[in-house]
């Protein structure tokens, strides 16, 4: 039957082959260590080795965080910084790897999830607030205009406006952003600063006792005295300066890894794209530029363009165990991060009791 099949045909003609490679294998994917606590809302890391993957990272629902490589001795070693979006499921990341076939490689991290409660406020605005403010926000609508229309003006500064105001972030700190840290040790809150709302908080707009609007607040408020100097949260690059609705005033640093804090209803910016700045390094000073009601910083973190609670970021504790251990632990060193973890002479020293009771276990 082959022979018949296969018999040379005189009228065949030329012929045309095509070489190409059809690539079955997906690439390799291991997972090396990654945060085991999480909290929806909150931060975390992973690290991977891959092969023959085109892009690579962690997959959170429909979020995805590029890993960076270059962080460990071994090239194909990468590292991604993610976070469980708040305004999605908490579900578990899963590291992704990812050929130029579209073949896939997909390890789910193993995590549990710490208890996470998102608060509630309600913020009651006068009609003085409105009077003040609406002008600044809403240019075309005077500040002697009828309550009715002053309240239109802030539900449209507060939804499409709001919604402009993000989408600006969501692309500046999905942006470019440096493949090594700035940053080092906990980030730094604002000195003498009191916590004045919280992330995320989910706010209901009352008029007269009547629920208008509702909306995530998304940083977190600090109120210290009237113009206070604004420091970086830690060492960065300036990737933005200027006027951002809401927002008012707004400065956003990028840490590198994709990590960003931004500062908002400023008074005076003394910083410029571009620039790099140490810890604490002052960007400006407090103020109540756009959607606020009185002097006082709105501080945001954000992880790749999504909001993560800076509260773990300014806890030695939380960036020990959740960062500076999983990366330890897959042996990447990074100076001001790590250091504490990987060099255990640094660490101080565990107790030694002066004279030690014949191997009882100690029960605490
Ligand atoms: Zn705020």
Redesign the pocket.
Known sequence: ARDSLWRPRPDRGPRLVQRFTVDLTPPTLELRAATGYLKHAGAGVAVYRTTGASRSGVQVGTAFFPGVAGLAADPAVLVAFFAIPYDGPAVAPSALAEDEAGNQRLVSIPVTFLPTRFPKDVIRLTEPFLRRKIPELSPQTLGTAPLDQLVAAFLQVNGEGRKDAEAKIRAITRGETAAKPFWTGPFHQQPNSKVF?NFPEERTYEVEGKTIDTAW?????LASSKRTPIEAGNAGRVVFTGANGI?GNMVILDHGLGLFTLY??MSEIGVKVGQEVKPREPLGRSGETG??GGD?L???FLVRGVYVSPIEWWDPHWLRDRVAKPLADAGVALPGITDGVLAPASLPAAPVPARRAASRPRRR
Do not use: E, N, Q, V
């Open positions: 709302a607040h998304l940083g977190i408020d927002y908002g209803h959607m606020a006082h709105h501080f945001g």
